[in-house]
């Protein structure tokens, strides 16, 4: 019961990591806010997490006992996170973890000179200015408790390049950059801010994620075959699996890392090792 007490907001929980984290935090003893855009979003070429995904990861988090409270918003919209976060505050008066899963793969699968302004706009306007968003708006409660974490999940696109995803890559390395900045601005507050950087995560169908495939799509690596594939860049020689990353969040979510802040745990069978 590592998070017994513990008031913890994962956005991005409709399915996939943000769902594997939702549950290993239920089990762990949070009390829990659920959030996800829970429709498609206009110019994400594949389909996004459904209002009843989160519903239903809610369900299987209240097994644990729980308190979970479900809220649909955009992380690329102010007025949707500070409603967001005001609803989580007015339920619990105190947050003490933010877990930032909310991301997207794609558009992508172009060269730096063929992404449009849109493409690159939306890339970054989800995967790095929504977490931005969701800290500002958690934040100032955790600072004035003097006690708080948050878990940024990056990816190896973090850590390196990979070739035709540069929106991303762009977004994840500059996720990294905004942790250890916040990381430095709220140390004095005891509020820590950690980055997760994810391997190759299989689409476990418990979790309904479904971002491998896509990254695959983006890659031009065949969907049939993707998984064969990703496992060959990983030295340990298999895919990650979702409870993997939750299994890093809860650590850093919890007091066991109460003197970690500002650094990025990387999760990827040794990928970046090399
Ligand atoms: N799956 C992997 O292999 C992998 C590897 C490295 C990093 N990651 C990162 O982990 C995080 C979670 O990925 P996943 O595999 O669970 O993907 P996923 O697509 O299965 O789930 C992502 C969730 O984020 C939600 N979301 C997207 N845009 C949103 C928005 N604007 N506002 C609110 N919610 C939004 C989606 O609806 C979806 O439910 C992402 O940030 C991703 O970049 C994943």
């Known amino acids: 019961m590592l998070l017994q007490g513990k008031n913890a907001v994962v956005t991005g929980a409709a ?28 110019g994400v070429p594949y389909p996004l997490g459904s209002e009843s995904q989160l519903e239903h990861t809610a369900e299987l988090c209240r097994k644990y006992g729980g308190s979970v409270l479900t809220v649909t918003a955009d992380v690329r919209e102010p007025r ?16 003490q973890v933010l877990v930032n899963g909310a991301g997207i793969a794609a558009p992508s699968g172009k060269a730096v000179h063929e992404i449009t302004e849109d493409e690159w706009d939306l890339m970054i306007d989800v995967d790095l200015s929504g977490a931005w968003r969701m800290m500002k708006a ?9 006690a708080g974490s948050i878990i940024n999940i990056s990816s190896t696109a973090g850590l390196v390049g990979y070739r035709h995803f540069a929106g991303y890559s762009a977004a994840k390395h500059g996720l990294i950059g905004l942790t250890k900045a916040a990381a430095l601005d709220y140390a004095p507050f005891r509020v820590r801010v950690n980055a997760l950087c994810p ?11 479904r971002m491998l495939a896509e990254i695959a799509r983006s890659l031009d690596v065949a969907v049939d075959e993707h998984e064969q594939i990703f496992v060959q860049a990983q030295p340990m020689n298999a895919l990650i699996e979702p409870d993997d990353i939750a299994g890093a969040a809860l650590y ?8 970690v ?13 090399r």
């Open 15 to 42: 399915r996939g990591l943000g769902r594997a984290c939702a549950l290993r935090f239920a089990e762990a003893g949070a009390d829990l806010v659920l959030i996800d855009v829970g429709q498609d979003i206009a």
């Open 252 to 259: 850093l979510a919890g007091d066991d890392s109460r003197q």
């Open 138 to 146: 958690v934040v100032p409660g955790m600072v004035e408790q003097h």
């Open 80 to 95: 949707d996170v500070e409603r967001a976060v005001g609803q989580a505050l007015d339920r619990y008066g105190t947050l």
């Open 261 to 273: 802040t500002g650094t990025t745990l990387t999760v990827d069978g040794g990928f970046s090792a």
């Open 199 to 209: 391997g190759s995560v299989r689409d476990d169908p418990v979790f309904e994620g």
